[in-house]
Each structure stands twice: as C-alpha cells, then as structure tokens.
Nanobody, 126 residues
Framework: QVQLVESGGGSVQAGGSLRVSCAGS?????????MGWFRQAPGKEREWVAG???????SYEDSVKGRFTISRDNSKNTLYLQMSSLKPEDTAMYYC???????????????????WGQGTQVTVSS
C-alpha cells in the first residue's frame, strides 16, 4: 500500500521559516519519480508550488522562487520543502504528490499525479 505522509507544518509569524517533509512508503521506484508540492488555501483551488524530477531538475511557482527550496533524499524516500521569508499568503494545507515512475518530466497539473499525502497545515500570521 502506497502512503505519503507529510509532517512539519505549524504556525509561524511572517518572515519566519518552516520545513515540511513527506515520507513515502510502498512507493516502488521512488528515485525514478517526479515529486511535487502543492498547496490549497481555504476557498481556493489546489495549486502547484514546486517540483523535483528524477534527475534533480527543480522548478518553482513564481511567488515562491527565492524563498522555498525543494529537495529529496532518495535513500529515505523523503521529500522536503524548506520555506523561508514566509508570508500570510503562504497559509495553506501543503500536500506532497508523486507521479508515475519513469515519466519524462514533472508537470504543474494535479491530474498528472498518482499519489497524494493527507496534507500538513502551514499558517503564517502577520
């Protein structure tokens, strides 16, 4: 059974930092999968935040560039998102997601991802 479990969310003041993690289990060929972070604020659509491909290529949504860093540890089947200079508009539930193994590249489309975690809440106060 595939599981993605996020952790590390919490409450922080604007300008602060948090690191969220996503531990994968039962996910074959983890190192050959594109992994992504999405977020969903109340009343809004789930949106793509960052992605890391199997070759390590990284991409970010424009509003988080320079503030967020995505990384992965394939030996631990774990995905990370280091968030700095947090803003109130970063407040959301953060989800990790995995694509099918061996696909060529990451995308920003929710429908392209096969596995999802349950989410971890990040709240940034002003």
């Amino acid at each position: 059974q595939v599981q993605l479990v996020e952790s590390g969310g919490g409450s922080v003041q604007a300008g602060g930092s948090l690191r969220v993690s996503c531990a994968g289990s039962g996910l074959r060929y983890y190192s050959s999968r594109c992994m992504g972070w999405f977020r969903q604020a109340p009343g809004k659509e789930r949106e793509w935040v960052a992605g890391i491909e199997r070759d390590g290529t990284i991409s970010y949504e424009d509003s988080v560039k320079g503030r967020f860093t995505i990384s992965r540890d394939n030996s631990k089947n774990t995905l990370y998102l280091q968030m700095s200079s947090l803003k109130p508009e970063d407040t959301a539930m953060y989800y990790c997601a995995a694509r099918s193994a061996f696909v060529r590249s990451c995308t920003t489309l929710k429908s392209d991802y096969d596995y999802w975690g349950q989410g971890t809440q990040v709240t940034v106060s002003s």
